[in-house]
């Protein structure tokens, strides 16, 4: 069972930063592929980022260039740094996670375990 919690959503104004943090439990967090999903509301839930257990990222079109996703294994832990952010990008934040390595995935079914999500606002 992995557990995983966010933390780093906040207000911000339109071109700042955020950094999301998504902390996980258990001691194979080095196997797990993990992403972050949003949904803002009215919405579906969207992909935004992925990370392979072993490097490989990839990133939505509408983030591509602006977000980084990265982890630290040591720490059990990945982070999405947020630049140039815009309204559109206000959303609750969720991480995900499933055993890896397996192919890139951009749906919510692919992922086994989820954390609760953290509210990223940007004013215009």
């Known amino acids: 069972q992995v557990q995983l919690v966010e933390s780093g959503g906040g207000l911000m104004q339109a071109g700042g930063s955020l950094r999301l943090s998504c902390a996980a439990s258990?001691?194979?967090?080095?196997?797990?592929?993990m992403a972050w999903f949003r949904q803002a509301p009215g919405k579906e839930r969207e992909f935004v980022a992925f990370?392979?257990?072993?490097?490989?990222?990839y990133y939505a079109d509408s983030v591509k260039g602006r977000f980084t996703l990265s982890r630290d294994n040591a720490k059990n832990t990945v982070f999405l740094q947020m630049n140039s952010l815009k309204p559109e990008d206000a959303a609750v934040y969720s991480c995900?996670?499933?055993?890896?390595?397996?192919?890139?995935?951009?749906?919510?079914?692919?992922?086994?375990?989820w954390g609760q999500g953290t509210q990223v606002t940007v004013s215009s």
């Open positions: 990370r392979r257990s072993d490097g490989i990222t």
């Open positions: 995900a996670a499933r055993w890896g390595p397996s192919q890139i995935a951009t749906t919510p079914d692919r992922y086994t375990y």
């Open positions: 258990g001691r194979t967090f080095d196997s797990l592929d």
